[in-house]
């Protein structure tokens, strides 16, 4: 109860740093230059791909494709140094390859998730080119709030010579999943225009969002992965 009361105070704090962050900072550029050099605080839109495994499922590889989108402000700190907070809806999970399939004979399950993402990085720009930085070095970490959860499952009818069927019993523990997770975050952006970019991220979850019951032994701790690709826009 305390770790969620926790989660909780943080999660609302991140929500008003953003608004913060979008508010103030748009305050602030209509009263400064068009040069985006010039500009302390941007906001920006981002849209881009997941590619995402669960550790402790029977499959391996970052497969389960999904969408990323949200709002990013950034706030500028010092020549180089400048900080971003985001609002995004993510989706991540995990699907087997035709080869773990077939190793288990058809039996397989689909895991997707769907969460509201809040991540707070840090940013570090690389030499100026022109009138800005095209590269940026970023890390962080994220709390993510679990928005809905779907578990695909495929069955075979089992007979000699085929292995267990897969164990079905997580698709009625989805009320078990966690509501909130802590997630770590390190990514590279390339800006081909001052106000268009691309980033590369990885995140890794501090935490198990999924604690297997001590007497189900068909079962592991669950914890999410995953890469993202993304085009950030930034607005005057």
Same mark, same amino acid.
């Given at each position: 109860?305390?770790?969620?009361?926790?989660?909780? !105070?943080?999660? /609302?704090?991140?929500?008003? &740093? &953003?608004?913060?962050?979008?508010?103030?900072? $748009?305050?602030?550029? $209509?009263?400064?230059? $068009?040069?985006?050099? @010039?500009?302390?605080? !941007?906001?920006?839109? *981002?849209?881009?791909?997941?590619?995402?495994?669960?550790?402790?499922?029977?499959?391996?590889?970052?497969?389960?494709?999904?969408?990323?989108?949200?709002?990013?402000?950034?706030?500028?700190?010092?020549?180089?140094?400048?900080?971003?907070?985001?609002?995004?809806?993510?989706?991540?999970?995990?699907?087997?390859?035709?080869?773990?399939?077939?190793?288990?004979?058809? $039996?397989?399950?689909?895991?997707?998730?769907?969460?509201?993402?809040?991540?707070?990085?840090?940013?570090?720009?690389?030499?100026?080119?022109?009138?800005? *930085?095209? +590269?940026?070095?970023?890390?962080? +970490?994220?709390?993510?709030?679990?928005?809905?959860? !779907?578990?695909?499952?495929?069955?075979?009818?089992?007979?000699?010579?085929?292995?267990?069927?897969? @164990?079905?019993?997580?698709?009625?523990?989805?009320?078990?999943?966690?509501? /909130?997770?802590?997630?770590?975050?390190?990514? &590279?952006?390339?800006? /081909?225009?001052?106000?268009?970019?691309?980033?590369?991220?990885?995140?890794?979850?501090?935490?198990? /969002?999924?604690?297997?019951?001590?007497?189900?032994?068909?079962?592991?701790?669950?914890?999410? +992965?995953?890469?993202?690709?993304?085009?950030?826009?930034?607005?005057?």
């Amino acid at each position: 109860m305390t770790i969620y009361k926790t989660f909780n !105070r943080l999660w /609302f704090c991140e929500i008003g &740093l &953003l608004v913060g962050f979008l508010f103030f900072g $748009n305050l602030v550029l $209509n009263g400064q230059s $068009n040069s985006y050099t @010039d500009q302390r605080f !941007r906001a920006g839109l *981002r849209l881009g791909t997941t590619a995402s495994q669960i550790s402790g499922d029977a499959y391996k590889g970052y497969r389960k494709a999904g969408l990323l989108a949200g709002v990013e402000g950034f706030a500028q700190l010092k020549d180089r140094t400048y900080l971003s907070l985001g609002f995004l809806f993510t989706e991540i999970g995990s699907i087997p390859s035709d080869s773990e399939k077939k190793r288990d004979q058809s $039996n397989f399950l689909e895991i997707q998730l769907t969460y509201l993402e809040l991540p707070l990085l840090v940013h570090f720009q690389g030499k100026a080119k022109e009138r800005y *930085r095209p +590269f940026d070095f970023h890390v962080g +970490f994220s709390l993510a709030r679990l928005l809905s959860s !779907r578990i695909t499952s495929q069955v075979t009818i089992s007979g000699p010579g085929i292995p267990p069927l897969i @164990d079905l019993s997580i698709v009625n523990r989805q009320n078990e999943f966690k509501q /909130f997770n802590a997630n770590f975050q390190l990514g &590279l952006s390339y800006y /081909f225009i001052p106000q268009f970019g691309l980033s590369l991220r990885h995140v890794y979850g501090f935490q198990d /969002f999924y604690q297997a019951p001590a007497d189900v032994d068909t079962q592991k701790n669950l914890r999410n +992965f995953y890469w993202s690709v993304s085009g950030t826009y930034i607005i005057r």
